[in-house]
T-cell receptor, first 112, second 116 residues
Framework: GIQVEQSPPDLILQEGANSTLRCNFS?????LQWFHQNPWGQLINLFY???GTKQNGRLSATTVATERYSLLYISSSQTTDSGVYFC??????????????FGQGTELSVKP | GAGVSQSPSNKVTEKGKDVELRCDPI?????LYWYRQSLGQGLEFLIY????????KSGLPSDRFSAERTGGSVSTLTIQRTQQEDSAVYLC??????????????FGEGSRLTVL
Protein backbone atom coordinates (compact mmCIF):
# COMPACT_ATOMS: atom_id res chain seq x y z
CA GLY A 1 0.00 0.00 0.00
CA ILE A 2 0.88 3.64 -0.18
CA GLN A 3 3.51 4.99 2.23
CA VAL A 4 3.37 8.53 3.62
CA GLU A 5 6.47 10.34 4.86
CA GLN A 6 6.30 13.66 6.67
CA SER A 7 9.13 16.06 7.38
CA PRO A 8 10.41 17.38 9.62
CA PRO A 9 9.27 15.08 12.44
CA ASP A 10 9.67 17.88 14.98
CA LEU A 11 9.82 21.64 14.69
CA ILE A 12 10.29 24.40 17.25
CA LEU A 13 9.45 27.94 16.22
CA GLN A 14 9.48 31.34 17.82
CA GLU A 15 6.12 33.07 17.67
CA GLY A 16 5.83 35.04 14.45
CA ALA A 17 8.08 32.76 12.39
CA ASN A 18 7.03 31.03 9.19
CA SER A 19 7.38 27.33 8.42
CA THR A 20 6.86 24.74 5.71
CA LEU A 21 5.82 21.16 6.39
CA ARG A 22 6.21 18.53 3.72
CA CYS A 23 4.42 15.30 2.91
CA ASN A 24 5.79 12.77 0.40
CA PHE A 25 3.91 9.77 -0.96
CA SER A 26 5.39 6.54 -2.27
CA UNK A 27 2.83 6.25 -5.06
CA UNK A 28 0.21 8.28 -6.86
CA UNK A 29 -2.13 9.87 -4.36
CA UNK A 30 -5.63 11.29 -4.24
CA UNK A 31 -7.99 12.79 -1.66
CA LEU A 32 -5.03 14.45 0.09
CA GLN A 33 -5.90 16.17 3.37
CA TRP A 34 -4.08 18.01 6.15
CA PHE A 35 -5.09 17.79 9.80
CA HIS A 36 -4.09 19.49 13.01
CA GLN A 37 -4.21 17.56 16.28
CA ASN A 38 -4.28 19.95 19.20
CA PRO A 39 -2.60 19.18 22.56
CA TRP A 40 -5.92 17.79 23.83
CA GLY A 41 -6.03 15.23 21.04
CA GLN A 42 -8.78 16.68 18.85
CA LEU A 43 -8.16 16.29 15.12
CA ILE A 44 -9.30 19.17 12.91
CA ASN A 45 -9.41 19.03 9.13
CA LEU A 46 -7.38 21.96 7.75
CA PHE A 47 -7.52 21.31 4.02
CA TYR A 48 -8.95 18.89 1.52
CA UNK A 49 -6.50 19.46 -1.31
CA UNK A 50 -6.16 16.72 -3.94
CA UNK A 51 -4.34 19.20 -6.21
CA GLY A 52 -3.52 22.87 -6.54
CA THR A 53 -3.25 25.51 -3.83
CA LYS A 54 -5.65 26.65 -1.13
CA GLN A 55 -5.36 29.32 1.53
CA ASN A 56 -7.18 29.79 4.80
CA GLY A 57 -5.96 32.73 6.83
CA ARG A 58 -2.34 32.20 7.85
CA LEU A 59 -2.33 28.66 6.49
CA SER A 60 -1.98 27.55 2.92
CA ALA A 61 -1.39 24.22 1.23
CA THR A 62 -0.14 23.09 -2.15
CA THR A 63 -0.41 19.60 -3.62
CA VAL A 64 1.42 18.38 -6.71
CA ALA A 65 -0.16 14.97 -7.06
CA THR A 66 1.82 14.01 -10.18
CA GLU A 67 5.04 14.51 -8.18
CA ARG A 68 3.58 12.86 -5.09
CA TYR A 69 4.00 15.61 -2.52
CA SER A 70 2.14 18.27 -0.61
CA LEU A 71 3.29 21.28 1.38
CA LEU A 72 1.65 23.07 4.30
CA TYR A 73 2.73 26.66 4.95
CA ILE A 74 2.21 28.34 8.28
CA SER A 75 2.89 32.06 8.35
CA SER A 76 3.25 34.33 11.40
CA SER A 77 2.96 31.32 13.71
CA GLN A 78 1.11 31.61 17.01
CA THR A 79 1.30 29.51 20.16
CA THR A 80 -2.14 28.12 19.31
CA ASP A 81 -0.62 26.53 16.18
CA SER A 82 1.23 24.07 18.42
CA GLY A 83 0.32 20.42 18.06
CA VAL A 84 0.81 17.66 15.53
CA TYR A 85 0.16 18.13 11.82
CA PHE A 86 -0.82 15.08 9.80
CA CYS A 87 -1.23 14.60 6.09
CA UNK A 88 -3.22 11.72 4.64
CA UNK A 89 -4.31 10.43 1.27
CA UNK A 90 -5.66 7.48 -0.68
CA UNK A 91 -3.39 5.54 -2.96
CA UNK A 92 -3.65 5.78 -6.73
CA UNK A 93 -4.26 8.97 -8.70
CA UNK A 94 -7.51 7.61 -10.07
CA UNK A 95 -8.62 6.22 -6.73
CA UNK A 96 -11.81 8.02 -5.95
CA UNK A 97 -12.28 6.76 -2.45
CA UNK A 98 -11.25 4.24 0.11
CA UNK A 99 -9.08 4.22 3.17
CA UNK A 100 -7.06 7.29 4.01
CA UNK A 101 -3.47 6.51 5.01
CA PHE A 102 -1.79 8.90 7.45
CA GLY A 103 1.78 10.01 7.84
CA GLN A 104 3.51 9.91 11.21
CA GLY A 105 3.03 13.64 11.71
CA THR A 106 5.09 16.74 12.35
CA GLU A 107 5.07 17.90 15.95
CA LEU A 108 5.15 21.70 16.06
CA SER A 109 5.89 23.72 19.15
CA VAL A 110 5.55 27.51 18.94
CA LYS A 111 7.26 29.39 21.75
CA PRO A 112 6.04 32.83 22.92
CA GLY B 1 -25.64 16.08 16.46
CA ALA B 2 -23.41 18.60 14.76
CA GLY B 3 -20.24 16.54 14.92
CA VAL B 4 -19.02 12.96 15.17
CA SER B 5 -19.90 11.57 18.57
CA GLN B 6 -17.99 8.74 20.26
CA SER B 7 -18.67 6.85 23.45
CA PRO B 8 -17.40 6.08 25.95
CA SER B 9 -14.76 8.80 26.05
CA ASN B 10 -12.75 6.74 28.50
CA LYS B 11 -12.80 3.01 29.17
CA VAL B 12 -10.69 1.04 31.62
CA THR B 13 -10.99 -2.72 31.42
CA GLU B 14 -9.24 -5.84 32.59
CA LYS B 15 -7.25 -8.05 30.27
CA GLY B 16 -9.46 -10.68 28.70
CA LYS B 17 -12.70 -8.69 28.85
CA ASP B 18 -14.66 -7.63 25.76
CA VAL B 19 -15.27 -3.94 24.99
CA GLU B 20 -17.59 -2.09 22.64
CA LEU B 21 -16.88 1.39 21.32
CA ARG B 22 -19.61 3.40 19.63
CA CYS B 23 -19.48 6.01 16.89
CA ASP B 24 -22.33 8.27 15.75
CA PRO B 25 -21.28 9.94 12.47
CA ILE B 26 -22.40 13.31 11.13
CA UNK B 27 -25.92 13.00 9.76
CA UNK B 28 -25.89 12.33 6.02
CA UNK B 29 -22.26 11.21 5.86
CA UNK B 30 -22.00 8.04 3.85
CA UNK B 31 -18.46 6.99 4.80
CA LEU B 32 -17.27 6.00 8.27
CA TYR B 33 -13.72 5.18 9.37
CA TRP B 34 -12.09 3.73 12.47
CA TYR B 35 -8.48 4.50 13.34
CA ARG B 36 -6.28 3.67 16.31
CA GLN B 37 -3.66 5.98 17.79
CA SER B 38 -1.16 4.73 20.33
CA LEU B 39 0.60 7.24 22.59
CA GLY B 40 2.77 9.58 20.55
CA GLN B 41 2.13 7.70 17.33
CA GLY B 42 0.34 8.33 14.05
CA LEU B 43 -3.07 7.05 13.05
CA GLU B 44 -3.39 3.37 12.17
CA PHE B 45 -6.23 2.53 9.80
CA LEU B 46 -8.59 -0.18 11.07
CA ILE B 47 -11.75 -0.34 8.96
CA TYR B 48 -13.76 1.72 6.45
CA UNK B 49 -17.48 1.60 5.64
CA UNK B 50 -18.98 3.19 2.54
CA UNK B 51 -22.73 3.09 2.02
CA UNK B 52 -23.97 -0.42 1.34
CA UNK B 53 -20.64 -1.66 0.01
CA UNK B 54 -18.67 -4.38 1.78
CA UNK B 55 -16.40 -2.75 4.39
CA UNK B 56 -12.64 -2.56 3.91
CA LYS B 57 -11.40 -4.54 6.92
CA SER B 58 -7.78 -4.70 5.80
CA GLY B 59 -6.48 -2.78 8.83
CA LEU B 60 -8.00 -4.89 11.60
CA PRO B 61 -4.99 -6.24 13.54
CA SER B 62 -6.50 -9.59 14.54
CA ASP B 63 -9.73 -11.57 14.54
CA ARG B 64 -10.41 -10.24 18.03
CA PHE B 65 -11.41 -6.98 16.36
CA SER B 66 -14.71 -6.55 14.52
CA ALA B 67 -16.95 -3.69 13.55
CA GLU B 68 -20.41 -3.20 12.20
CA ARG B 69 -22.43 -0.31 10.95
CA THR B 70 -26.18 -0.53 11.36
CA GLY B 71 -28.60 1.23 9.05
CA GLY B 72 -25.79 3.10 7.37
CA SER B 73 -25.32 5.26 10.47
CA VAL B 74 -24.08 4.24 13.92
CA SER B 75 -21.03 1.98 14.11
CA THR B 76 -19.74 -0.25 16.88
CA LEU B 77 -16.14 -1.45 17.16
CA THR B 78 -15.84 -4.57 19.29
CA ILE B 79 -12.61 -5.88 20.77
CA GLN B 80 -12.83 -9.37 22.26
CA ARG B 81 -10.48 -10.77 24.90
CA THR B 82 -8.65 -7.45 25.24
CA GLN B 83 -4.87 -7.43 25.59
CA GLN B 84 -2.64 -4.74 27.06
CA GLU B 85 -1.34 -3.85 23.58
CA ASP B 86 -4.91 -2.85 22.63
CA SER B 87 -4.56 0.19 24.89
CA ALA B 88 -4.86 3.25 22.64
CA VAL B 89 -7.21 6.00 21.55
CA TYR B 90 -9.76 4.73 19.04
CA LEU B 91 -10.83 7.46 16.64
CA CYS B 92 -13.88 7.49 14.42
CA UNK B 93 -14.32 9.76 11.42
CA UNK B 94 -17.02 10.31 8.83
CA UNK B 95 -17.15 11.98 5.44
CA UNK B 96 -19.56 12.76 2.66
CA UNK B 97 -18.30 11.37 -0.61
CA UNK B 98 -18.54 14.03 -3.33
CA UNK B 99 -18.55 12.95 -6.94
CA UNK B 100 -17.18 9.59 -5.82
CA UNK B 101 -14.24 11.18 -3.95
CA UNK B 102 -13.60 10.62 -0.28
CA UNK B 103 -14.37 14.19 0.84
CA UNK B 104 -13.15 15.82 4.04
CA UNK B 105 -12.87 13.58 7.08
CA UNK B 106 -14.30 14.85 10.36
CA PHE B 107 -13.11 13.15 13.54
CA GLY B 108 -14.75 12.50 16.86
CA GLU B 109 -12.91 13.11 20.12
CA GLY B 110 -11.96 9.47 20.44
CA SER B 111 -12.42 6.70 22.97
CA ARG B 112 -9.41 6.15 25.20
CA LEU B 113 -9.07 2.45 26.04
CA THR B 114 -6.84 1.27 28.87
CA VAL B 115 -6.39 -2.47 29.37
CA LEU B 116 -4.98 -3.39 32.78
Amino acid sequence: GIQVEQSPPDLILQEGANSTLRCNFSDSVNNLQWFHQNPWGQLINLFYIPSGTKQNGRLSATTVATERYSLLYISSSQTTDSGVYFCAGTGGFYNQGGKLIFGQGTELSVKP
Amino acid sequence: GAGVSQSPSNKVTEKGKDVELRCDPISGHTALYWYRQSLGQGLEFLIYFQGNSAPDKSGLPSDRFSAERTGGSVSTLTIQRTQQEDSAVYLCASSFKRGGYTGELFFGEGSRLTVL
